[in-house]
């Protein structure tokens, strides 16, 4: 009976150990998951004092670890960068595309080594042509799509004149599968705003991109449809005497497996 009871301990705690092994490999799961499924790339590590206005949080990590870091950022909503410095990791809302040449010496933000979310091909509306109703001031169309950097800087804001139907349009040159779209500062828009994407130059014609869309407590718009549309155009309109204002805005495209492969490790 006694050797019994001894064999049934010794397979209990080979169970326990087996368990606490399993619960080890799980506990090492997001960062993997991060390595596979999120793609960032890096960026040149110097930035302006503004953008510490984007900074989400400062977290410790073993030996400045990018996977760790990578793992934190992709756990936030809104963090589309994240930088280095000795053990320190800093994750911010700031958009950096590839065309950033960064700030120069002395810059106020210098980091060893920074990465950035959506800057490779699925970024599709960097840089295109853009088109409105009406322009507010110095408050260009070209604006939210034509900067390399931005945090809350005002060069990166579209805003209309008060018409009946004002719209913001971005043309994409040729209709392509839209997964997302990402519009990181707004204002002035009303309930009845409305988001459309198709290949007419008339908003009205075109069908909606989304009903419905996730807002931030930073004052971002995410509109994600459930399966990617195709388009030219994308509008954002309202059907009403106002006017709107939108910064920031990121137009992606359907992804790859190979835009998403991690390049902190070459």
Not at 11 to 16: D, T
Not at 115 to 139: C, H, K, M, P, Q
Request: proline residues 6%; contains cysteine.
């Amino acid at each position: 009976m006694r050797r019994l009871r001894l064999f049934v301990e010794l397979i209990r705690v080979a169970l326990v150990r087996v368990a606490l092994v399993r619960v080890a490999l799980l506990s090492h799961q997001p960062a993997d998951a991060v390595m596979s499924n999120f793609r960032y790339a890096e960026v040149t590590p110097s930035f302006p004092s503004d953008l510490q206005r984007c900074l989400l949080m400062t977290k410790k990590v073993e030996a400045g670890s990018v996977t760790s870091c990578a793992a934190v950022c992709h756990s936030l909503q809104s963090c589309s960068l994240f930088c280095i410095q000795g053990t320190t990791c800093h994750l911010f809302r700031a958009k950096v595309t590839s065309g950033w040449a960064g700030a120069g010496t002395g810059a106020p933000n210098q980091f060893t080594r920074c990465w950035s979310l959506y800057i490779y091909s699925n970024d599709i509306g960097r840089g295109v042509s853009t088109a409105a109703e009406s322009v507010y001031l110095s408050f260009v169309p070209s604006n939210p799509v034509g900067l390399p950097y931005s945090c809350d800087n005002v060069n990166s804001c579209y805003e209309s004149l008060i018409d009946i139907n004002p719209y913001w349009m971005a043309d994409l040159g040729s209709p392509k599968s839209v997964s997302e779209v990402r519009i990181h500062r707004y204002a002035l828009l009303d309930p009845v705003v409305e988001f459309r994407l198709g290949n007419d130059t008339t908003a009205a014609n075109n069908p909606h991109f989304v009903t419905s869309f996730t807002t931030t407590i930073f004052g971002e718009l995410f509109l994600k449809p459930p399966t990617p549309a195709i388009g030219r155009y994308f509008f954002v309109t309202e059907n009403l005497l106002s006017d709107i204002r939108v910064c920031d805005v990121w137009i992606l495209g359907v992804q790859d497996s190979d835009t998403w492969k991690p390049n902190w490790m070459n």
